[in-house]
């Protein structure tokens, strides 16, 4: 982690259960909220490094299935499922309905050009938030890396 990610970034266990990511992304929020509604581009950045994804259904509205497998870097297949619960322009709430379960809510704060991205993964119990957090820290800095370079090549 660079020292500009290091202040711009917070990780803490906010909830008992819960992972907060927190990074100020150098875009307007309509482009962040842009890179994570449309498939073509969240398919670009979704994921740790060395990650792929297919999208098998991407139906972006509260109720809607958001179906796609992760390929991970070592050949192993990774089938994900979510479901949207609420989408605005300011806030997307999805709930990972396979295995790890959690809802994950991301907010976009407009500071003025730039965009704090608030990343909360709150997890069913203990089993599994202490199951994924040694991981998921860490690949959700990965992402967030991986989500800032999708979103300099969306400006150009």
């Known amino acids: 982690m660079t020292e500009n990610h290091a202040a711009n970034n917070e990780i803490s266990a906010e909830e008992e259960y819960e992972l ?78 396979s295995a790890p379960y959690f809802q994950l809510t991301a907010t976009f704060e407009d500071l003025g050009g730039k965009t704090r991205l608030t990343w909360r993964q709150l997890f069913e119990n203990a089993r599994e938030f202490e199951a994924i957090k040694k991981f998921a820290a860490p690949a959700n800095e990965q992402n967030l890396d991986r989500f800032e370079a999708h979103l300099l090549k969306m400006s150009v």
């Open 20 to 97: 907060v990511t927190t990074r100020v992304m150098n875009a307007s929020p309509a482009l962040v909220y842009e890179a994570w509604t449309k498939p073509e581009h969240l398919a670009q950045w979704w994921g740790p490094n060395g990650f792929t994804n297919t999208f098998h259904e991407f139906d972006l509205r509260p109720g809607g299935i958001w179906e796609f497998v992760m390929h991970g870097p070592n050949g192993v297949d990774y089938p994900n499922k979510s479901e949207f619960v609420e989408i605005r322009p300011e806030r997307i709430v999805l709930r990972h309905i």
